[in-house]
């Protein structure tokens, strides 16, 4: 467990690497036709869980200092595994593409992520060659994926479109139409980014209200050296948070104004909360405390609802946060989990359904707060701390290595004060 006191954080942080990002270049580096080079200077457990499965499926993986090395596979492969850890982005993207090049694949999965959604992608896969020995990790996936058409409701997950698109060119290009509309679409937009910058073009076009992506046959991915993974959206909207909570300025370095990452959408949400913010090349300055609730439609980015749930309970008056089913499905229920973690600390939360309702006074009063194992909110409740009367007491804190290893390191470089709590 880990006590966070109330201490304000100011001064300047780097942005961490963005998982999202580094999941799908190192992919398609081990898809390419010769040895790609990342920096990337941290790594988190699900980039390792990305990196062990690449391992696991013939690429060859190097890393010393902040230099990774990528030799890609070696065509198509008898046996192979998925050791995704807990990590969904990885299960997801590389279900589709291990099915593309290997024969027999053996994918394991710990925590919660057996529970987690893989359909209607795994029905699409069986459609198009693919067997599988269960319908939840862990199981045996056999049989070499097809291309064609491919149609799934845009609604579960933009992973599945994702996996699918990163896997065309190994099955020899198609398309993939989303049903419905495609929610989290920026990061299937990232997909076709770092896809682009591998060789491979993929075209969008609206038909009838649906939206298809199309991979050319005969397209091929390259390689690239000294690949630069930009820093995290996701991880930094922890940072932007504490300075609109508090109104002690904080600068993050790293990130891109003109990122595709959807968590960017913190910008926004600041001003509309009423903090200041000012761009200075690749550096975010943000600073004046927040003083406006804030109404947020979870659909293009509900991985940033736990860190926004801190900010409302600094904001006098109710926040709300609209359309969040797909939270249920994550790490944790993130919907009940946040409103548990609000109450906990002493905070007015209530649900309607799968939208949250935050009132919130500038203060609350701490304690513990049960994080259930979830990175998100360990961030969360550390921003608690931020404000509360006495110290918050995090409950499963160790969660944070899954996207942020060093957080509670770089908290303590910006003046943040916490520590490690023993329990006997």
């Known amino acids: 467990m880990r006590v966070v006191t109330a201490k304000p954080l100011t001064g300047t942080i780097a942005a961490i690497p963005a998982?999202?990002?580094?999941?799908?270049?190192f992919m398609a580096a081990a898809l390419g036709d010769e040895v790609s080079t990342f920096r990337c200077s941290r790594l988190s457990k699900d980039m390792e869980a990305t990196l062990d499965s690449l391992e696991a499926l013939g690429a060859k993986v190097s890393r010393q200092d902040a230099q990774i090395r990528i030799e890609p596979i070696d065509g198509v492969q008898e046996l192979g595994a998925i050791r995704p850890n807990e990590s969904g982005t990885t299960l997801r993207l590389l279900l589709p593409i291990a099915a593309a090049i290997v024969k027999k694949t053996t994918i394991e999965a710990k925590g919660r992520l057996p529970e987690r959604p893989l359909e209607p992608l795994l029905s699409q896969m069986k459609a198009h060659g693919v067997d599988f020995s269960e319908d939840k990790p862990p199981f045996i996936m056999k049989g070499l994926l097809q291309?064609?058409?491919?149609?799934?409701a845009g609604n579960i997950s933009s992973q599945f479109f994702s996996g699918l698109l990163l896997a065309a060119p190994l099955y020899g290009g198609g398309r993939i139409t989303s049903d419905t509309?495609?929610?989290?679409?920026?990061?299937?937009?990232l997909t076709e980014q770092v896809m682009?910058?591998?060789g491979i073009?993929?075209?969008e076009t609206m038909e009838d209200g649906k939206l298809t992506f199309t991979v050319p046959a005969h397209s091929h991915y390259?390689?690239?050296?000294?690949?630069?993974?930009?820093?995290?959206?996701?991880?930094?909207?922890?940072?932007c948070v504490a300075a609109a909570m508090t109104?002690?300025?904080?600068?993050?370095t790293g990130v891109l104004a003109d990122s595709v990452q959807a968590d960017k959408r913190i910008v926004p949400l600041l001003v509309e909360a009423g903090a200041g913010v000012l761009w200075d090349n690749r550096q975010l300055l943000v600073t004046g405390q927040a003083s406006k609730p804030i109404r947020v439609d979870l659909e293009q980015c509900p991985d940033l609802l736990p860190v926004l749930a801190s900010l409302a309970l600094a904001i006098p008056g109710?926040?709300?946060?609209?359309?969040?089913?797909?939270?249920r499905l994550k790490e944790s229920d993130r919907l009940e989990a946040v409103a548990a973690l609000v109450k906990a600390a002493g905070g007015q939360a209530r649900l309607e359904g799968d939208n949250l309702y935050i009132r919130g006074t500038g203060q609350v009063k701490g304690g513990l707060v049960d994080c259930v194992n979830d990175h998100r909110l360990v961030m969360a409740g550390a921003l608690l701390g931020l404000i509360a009367e006495k110290p918050m007491i995090l409950k499963d804190s160790q969660a944070i290595a899954k996207s942020y290893p060093d957080f509670f390191d770089d908290w303590a470089s910006i003046g943040g004060d916490s520590y490690e709590l023993t329990v006997r």
Do not use: C
């Not at 509309?181 to 937009?189: A, C, G, H």
């Not at 390259?222 to 940072?239: C, L, P, Q, T």
């Not at 109104?247 to 993050?252: A, C, D, K, N, R």
């Open 19 to 25: 998982k999202a990002h580094a999941h799908r270049a």
């Open 147 to 152: 291309g064609g058409d491919f149609h799934m």
């Open 181 to 189: 509309n495609l929610q989290s679409k920026d990061y299937v937009t």
């Open 196 to 198: 682009a910058d591998f």
């Open 201 to 203: 073009t993929v075209e």
């Open 222 to 239: 390259g390689h690239v050296r000294d690949y630069v993974i930009e820093g995290d959206w996701s991880n930094s909207a922890v940072w």
């Open 247 to 252: 109104g002690y300025p904080l600068t993050i």
């Open 318 to 327: 109710e926040s709300a946060f609209v359309n969040g089913a797909r939270l």
